[in-house]
């Protein structure tokens, strides 16, 4: 994984609370296990009408979401804007899916943005990285995915977004139609039109009906789309809120004794849009350990 370095000024999470959360969530066992499986976090689709609030604040959707996303989900588009206030573990689950495709022997990097504006990619990539990427250059096939981390952060840094796209852009030698692309940010103003003229996803051919085509119409057989033909290629999400059992299964992993004490505590104070957000939860676990109940909010 692409091993950034922190900007000056930035407000994204803290590689403490990251690490902290990692090991909470046990990323480094060789298998999937019950942890693992039940703390997989769900995404939702954020349309037109749906309302973000004031800069900084959570979009104005809660648990429950009909028709919630995993990560296999967003994978089938080409191009994924995720949208998540801080602390809500955006650049975490980035990199666990980064690590994931990575074990799987696929390209997949991870960059934040303020970085690939003042540095070239490669600048940017370990050693094995850059062979990875040099080899899907010259492979001609396979999609290679690109995490693009903290829009908010780039701000902050006065980086230019369009310069990092266009840094991206020159790396794959347009080969757009063979990139993933993963943008994270806080729900702040920016320049979404850049990612498709700097980064467009090309139109695929329209595939011309074989003669057994011709033959499904007539007898009314034709095929529906499968799900990757019906795949938006472009997606914006959402990151939802941790669940009352993610909850428990992260206070567990931070030491807490009792997890379904702790969460009745958090429900009985009306603390739960703290306890959603993994880098609030760290906080309220080591009031908790120190005090065995949680302040007032």
């Not at 909850?247 to 009792?258: E, R, Y």
Request: hydrophobic share 40%; proline share 6%; net charge negative.
């Amino acid at each position: 994984m692409a091993r950034p370095r922190s900007s000056p000024g930035a407000c994204n999470e803290s590689v403490e609370a990251r690490t902290r959360w990692e090991r909470a969530m046990d990323v480094d066992a060789p298998e999937p296990s019950h942890r693992q499986l039940a703390t997989e976090r769900a995404f939702a689709e954020i349309t037109e009408d749906t309302s973000f609030g004031t800069e900084g604040q959570r979009p104005l959707r809660r648990r429950g979401s009909p028709s919630p996303l995993a990560w296999s989900d967003l994978l089938h588009s080409a191009r994924v804007l995720v949208i998540s206030q801080t602390g809500s573990g955006k650049t975490y689950e980035c990199q666990r899916c980064q690590r994931r495709l990575w074990d799987k022997g696929e390209p997949a990097f991870l960059v934040e943005l303020a970085e690939l504006a003042a540095n070239k990619l490669g600048d940017l990539l370990s050693p094995e990285e850059e062979q990875r990427l040099e080899q899907w250059r010259v492979s001609q096939s396979g999609v290679a995915t690109f995490f693009l981390d903290s829009v908010d952060e780039l701000k902050l840094t006065q980086g230019s977004f369009k310069t990092a796209l266009t840094r991206l852009a020159k790396a794959i030698n347009g080969q757009f139609a063979r990139v993933r692309v993963v943008v994270t940010s806080r729900p702040v103003p920016f320049d979404l039109d850049q990612i498709a003229a700097i980064l467009p996803v090309p139109s695929a051919p329209e595939a011309q009906p074989t003669a057994a085509d011709f033959a499904d119409i007539a007898m009314g057989m034709a095929k529906t789309d499968s799900a990757d033909e019906q795949a938006k290629p472009w997606r914006t999400v959402e990151l939802l809120p941790l669940s009352d059992e993610q909850i428990m299964l992260f206070a567990s992993g931070q030491g807490v004794g009792d997890p379904e004490a702790f969460l009745a505590d958090i429900h009985r104070r009306n603390a739960i849009e703290f306890a959603e957000r993994p880098q609030d939860l760290i906080e309220l676990c080591a009031v908790w350990r120190d005090h065995q109940r949680i302040g007032s909010h």
